[in-house]
C-alpha cells in the first residue's frame, strides 16, 4: 500500500494533482483545504496517502497534514461514507472547524456541507464524537500556544515541506508580525521570504 508521495506537481485541481515521483505519475485526489496549501506546477509536494482498493479499482488520497488522513480514515469507518464523500466534507470544512462541530454536535455546521443530509450528519456525530480527542490533541501539541488557526497551518505546511520546526516556528511568527491579520497565504508566502533569507 501506498502510504506516502513526494514528488513534482504535474497538474492540480481543487479536487486532484498528478505528482510525478521517479518518472510515474500518481493521479491522487485531494480535499479543497490541500490544493490551497499545494504549489503550482512544476512545484514540489509531499502527500500524506491513503490507497482505497476496491474490486475493480484502486484510488489514491493524499492530504497535506496527518490530522486531515486520520480524520478522513476516521470518516470512511462511518456507515453509508465513503471516499468521495469524506473527501468533500473536507472539502466543506477544515480538520480545525469539521472536529469541534463533530465533538459539540453542530449539526447545523455539519448539514451545510454540500452531501451531508440530517441523517448522515447525525451518523457521524454518533459515531465519531468520541473519536477524535487525539487529532484535536495533536493540533493543539502542533504548535506553540498563543498560534492562530491561520499560523498553525502555515507552520503545518512549512514542517510538510520539509523546514526544521523551530526555523519554522521563528518564520511563521515573524511573518505574523509583518502580516497583521493576514490569511494563510499570506502568512506562508511571507514566511518562505523569511526563511529563505536565513
Same mark, same amino acid.
Given at each position: 500500500? +501506498?502510504?506516502?508521495?513526494?514528488?513534482?506537481? !504535474?497538474?492540480?485541481?481543487?479536487? #486532484?494533482?498528478?505528482?510525478?515521483?521517479?518518472?510515474?505519475?500518481?493521479?491522487?485526489? +485531494?480535499?479543497?483545504?490541500?490544493?490551497?496549501?499545494? $504549489?503550482? $506546477?512544476?512545484?514540489?509536494? #509531499? &502527500?500524506? +496517502?491513503?490507497?482505497?482498493?476496491?474490486?475493480?479499482?484502486?484510488?489514491?488520497?493524499?492530504?497535506?497534514?496527518?490530522?486531515?488522513?486520520?480524520?478522513?480514515?476516521?470518516?470512511?469507518?462511518?456507515?453509508?461514507?465513503?471516499?468521495?464523500?469524506?473527501?468533500?466534507?473536507?472539502?466543506? =470544512?477544515?480538520?480545525?472547524?469539521?472536529?469541534?462541530?463533530?465533538?459539540?454536535?453542530? !449539526?447545523?455546521?455539519?448539514?451545510?456541507?454540500?452531501?451531508?443530509?440530517?441523517?448522515?450528519?447525525?451518523? +457521524?456525530?454518533?459515531? =465519531?464524537?468520541?473519536?477524535?480527542?487525539?487529532?484535536?490533541?495533536?493540533?493543539?501539541?502542533?504548535?506553540?500556544?498563543?498560534?492562530?488557526?491561520?499560523?498553525?497551518?502555515?507552520?503545518?505546511? =512549512?514542517?510538510?515541506?520539509?523546514? #526544521?520546526?523551530?526555523?519554522?516556528?521563528?518564520?511563521?511568527?515573524?511573518?505574523?508580525?509583518?502580516?497583521?491579520?493576514?490569511?494563510?497565504?499570506?502568512?506562508?508566502?511571507?514566511? &518562505?521570504? &523569511? =526563511?529563505?533569507?536565513?
Amino acid at each position: 500500500m +501506498i502510504g506516502h508521495l513526494r514528488g513534482r506537481i !504535474l497538474e492540480k485541481r481543487p479536487n #486532484q494533482v498528478i505528482l510525478e515521483v521517479n518518472g510515474v505519475g500518481y493521479h491522487v485526489s +485531494i480535499p479543497v483545504s490541500t490544493f490551497y496549501q499545494l $504549489p503550482d $506546477p512544476p512545484g514540489e509536494a #509531499q &502527500l500524506h +496517502i491513503h490507497t482505497h482498493v476496491r474490486e475493480d479499482a484502486l484510488a489514491l488520497y493524499g492530504f497535506l497534514t496527518t490530522a486531515e488522513k486520520r480524520v478522513f480514515e476516521k470518516l470512511l469507518s462511518v456507515s453509508g461514507i465513503g471516499p468521495r464523500l469524506a473527501v468533500t466534507i473536507l472539502s466543506g =470544512l477544515e480538520v480545525a472547524e469539521l472536529v469541534p462541530a463533530i465533538r459539540s454536535n453542530d !449539526l447545523v455546521k455539519l448539514t451545510h456541507i454540500p452531501g451531508v443530509g440530517r441523517k448522515t450528519a447525525e451518523r +457521524i456525530v454518533l459515531e =465519531l464524537r468520541d473519536k477524535l480527542a487525539e487529532v484535536e490533541g495533536e493540533r493543539a501539541a502542533r504548535a506553540p500556544a498563543g498560534f492562530s488557526t491561520e499560523q498553525e497551518d502555515a507552520l503545518s505546511a =512549512l514542517l510538510n515541506l520539509g523546514y #526544521q520546526r523551530s526555523a519554522a516556528e521563528r518564520a511563521v511568527g515573524r511573518a505574523a508580525e509583518l502580516e497583521r491579520g493576514g490569511s494563510f497565504d499570506a502568512l506562508l508566502r511571507r514566511a &518562505l521570504q &523569511l =526563511l529563505v533569507k536565513t
